[in-house]
Structures are given as structure tokens and as C-alpha cells.
């Protein structure tokens, strides 16, 4: 049986502390996370709040992985991964979050996350599954299991354009099926006794999120992913 020094000439993962870079905007969850992984052997390069500054250190530091927890207003996680992935295409990221919601795991690994972990994750197993990711495996928490097999079965649709409008708000998807019958955002607003310029707002995130550049793209998608009735899309 080979003794720890053989191990670790052998694995390089187990003689080299993980370089690990934490994008986390809430200050408090950030100190104290970059101290529990310090405490049991990861050399956290750096713990920023700024997405932005955040892709930057990840393209010229070249950490091992990064581990992402982000609520941004008019970013969303999902949309820092894109960055990142256009960015360091290669590069692990871990999704630390509270959501339990399916369509989310769905968009994150859409999105080409690595890892999608719980808040909730004990120390020691956010370690080994950080370690999982950097050796080039898809770590998800265990509550997903069920969700991963589905997938792996190809039981459930993980398209880009599926998992981007599981994303949708319920007022954004309502909004949208208003769009698939040609509604201007004069009769929508008047349909759903709100102002034109929160239908604007709304309209902009849906396209956003849909990565379409026009109101008969995001309609086109919604009748084709059979989200809403065909509608008039000629209006």
C-alpha cells in the first residue's frame, strides 16, 4: 500500500493547495467563507464583491476554479458564467446558492457551470467537491441527484432556449405570451393594469435573458418551445 508521500508524487492535486478565487457580494458570507477554506488548506488568491473585477483576476491570475455567489440587480448569475465562460472557457466554476429550483441548475449548466452547491454545504464536502471540479468532474449537490440522472437519461430538456425561459419571472413569461399575439406595449400595459414603462423594463429583461435582439425573436421562441399558444405575431 503506498505511503502519503507516493500519494501526493502521484496526484498532484494532493501535494498542491487549490488556487481558488471567490466572486461573493455579501460581505459578511465572503470573510467568512475565504476563512473556512484558508483553515483547511485552500489558498483563496483573492475575495472580491465586483463581478467585473472578478472575470479580470480570473483571466490574468489564472486561478484553479472560481466559486460564485452573486445576487446582482439587472445581472444575474447565470449571465457573470456567460461572461466568464467567454472569457476562461475552461476555467471550473461552482455556483454556490440557496435555490432549490431546478430551472436553476437547469441554466447553470446551460451556462457551462461545473459545480451548482447549496449554501447549506457541510466545510468538508464543499471541499472534496471543489476538488471533484478542478480534476475535471460536474459536482452538483446531492439534493439534485434526481435532476442529474433525468438529465443524464435525457429525460429533461436542457437547451439553451428551454433552460433560458425557465429563468423568466412569472410576469416576464406573462408578458411574453402578450407578445406571441403581436400586443404592443400600450395594450399590454393596459391588459395588465401596469405602466408602459414597466412593460419596457420587462420587454428589455426578456430579451436579455432569451439573448434575442428583437420582440418577434422572443416570440418565435416562446411558440416554438410551445410555452404559449400561437399567437398573431404580426402586430
Request: glycine fraction near 6%.
Amino acid at each position: 500500500m503506498p505511503d502519503s508521500s507516493e500519494k501526493a508524487q502521484s496526484d498532484p492535486s494532493a501535494r498542491a493547495p487549490m488556487r481558488m478565487l471567490l466572486v461573493v457580494d455579501h460581505a459578511l458570507f465572503r470573510v467568512g467563507l475565504k476563512e473556512l477554506l484558508e483553515r483547511r488548506g485552500v489558498e483563496v488568491v483573492a475575495a472580491m464583491a465586483d463581478w467585473q473585477e472578478g472575470i479580470e483576476f480570473a483571466v490574468q491570475d489564472r486561478p484553479d476554479a472560481i466559486l460564485l455567489d452573486l445576487q446582482l440587480p439587472g445581472m444575474t448569475e447565470v449571465e457573470v458564467l456567460r461572461e466568464l465562460r467567454k472569457r476562461r472557457p475552461n476555467l471550473p466554476v461552482a455556483m454556490l446558492t440557496f435555490s432549490l429550483q431546478e430551472s436553476d441548475l437547469l441554466q447553470a449548466l446551460r451556462a457551462g457551470a461545473s459545480g451548482y452547491l447549496l449554501r447549506t454545504i457541510e466545510p468538508d464536502e464543499l471541499i472534496t467537491s471543489l476538488r471533484d471540479m478542478i480534476g475535471g468532474n460536474l459536482v452538483v449537490a446531492r439534493e439534485f441527484t434526481e435532476t442529474l440522472t433525468r438529465i443524464l437519461r435525457g429525460e429533461l430538456d436542457v437547451s439553451r432556449e428551454r433552460a433560458a425561459l425557465a429563468g423568466l419571472t412569472p410576469r416576464e413569461m406573462e408578458i411574453l405570451c402578450l407578445l406571441t399575439r403581436g400586443k404592443s406595449n400600450k395594450l399590454i400595459a393596459r391588459d395588465l393594469g401596469i405602466s408602459d414603462g414597466t412593460v419596457k423594463l420587462h420587454v428589455k429583461a426578456i430579451l436579455r435573458k432569451l439573448q434575442v435582439h428583437s420582440r418577434v425573436d422572443a416570440a418565435v421562441i416562446a411558440v416554438e418551445e410551445k410555452i404559449c399558444p400561437r399567437g398573431d405575431m404580426s402586430g
